[in-house]
């Protein structure tokens, strides 16, 4: 057969879900999924390609299409490409070459003038975009101001939550404390975790059992780990070592999770 590009079949979502999570390490659950890919317009039959060779699946890709208003009031067609993945056991064939070039030939089919890629300057993307036709546009550093800190941790929970963890922590429980800086003052809010099913689950307060693990940190700190837990461990590894060091970052374990942590 060799290597074809074909177009999600409606029946796959499921399993587009599964290589989507294998390949980006949790990249998130059936809600995240019904949020990006059930939009309105959005068809996954059209907007998600599919890799195949001699029948196995080696990747993919989506591609998301937008209108823009110019300053002349007209409206243009523009795509965005995202979620391109490929197999672990695929990887270095070409793989990606071939969902992005599948992708621009779509746009372009679609009558999209312009695509886009939103992508940090630390990933793949970043350095193998240019070789399909994108140019770099603007390297802003982006500065970010937290207006509303309750809001701001409601949304770092929501991504903690997709999370995958290690079966062994099943019923720890976790409290994360937050220091924000607001009207030059230094403000608290903390939240609680149980770690059910791999997951964490938040919990109005620990009304049964100690807490295992407590990580005190400020909003900047943990923003920054963040941003390298994306990059993968050798690049946030530093970083929660040097906010150690430096008391940006501190924390208190039970002798129940340094029990758990050396059997990992």
């Known amino acids: 057969m060799g290597r074809i590009v074909r177009n999600l079949r409606p029946n796959e979502k499921g399993r587009h879900l599964r290589m989507l999570n294998l390949c980006f390490d949790s990249w998130g659950d059936e809600r995240k999924w019904r949020r990006l890919y059930h939009e309105k317009g959005f068809d996954i039959t059209r907007n998600v390609v599919v890799v195949e060779e001699d029948g196995e699946w080696m990747g993919g890709g989506t591609a998301w299409f937008r ?54 300057l630390h990933g793949v993307p970043f350095r193998a975009l240019p070789r399909y036709g994108f140019v770099d546009l603007l390297h802003p550093v982006t500065r970010l101001l937290i207006l509303k800190p309750q809001n701001f941790l409601s949304y770092l929970s929501e991504q903690l939550k997709e999370l995958s963890l290690p079966k062994a922590f099943e019923g720890l429980k976790l409290k994360l404390i937050v220091y924000f800086q607001k009207n030059r003052r230094r403000c608290m809010i903390s939240k609680i975790f149980q770690i059910r099913d791999r997951k964490l689950v938040e919990l109005g307060s620990p009304k049964e059992g100690a807490i295992d693990l407590t990580l005190q940190a400020s909003a900047s700190t943990l923003l920054s780990i963040f ?37 990992v």
């Open 227 to 263: 941003n390298r837990f994306y990059r993968g461990k050798r690049a946030m590894i530093p970083v929660v070592i040097a906010s150690l060091l430096l008391g940006r970052l501190r924390f208190r374990l039970s002798v129940n999770f340094v029990k758990l942590m050396l059997k």
């Open 67 to 120: 209108e823009a208003f110019l300053k002349t009031n007209k409206r243009i067609q523009v795509y965005i490409a995202g979620d391109g993945y490929v197999h672990p056991n695929h990887r270095g064939k070409g793989v990606y070459s071939t969902f992005m070039r599948s992708l621009n030939g779509l746009a372009q089919n679609r009558g999209a003038s312009l695509g886009f890629g939103f992508i940090s």
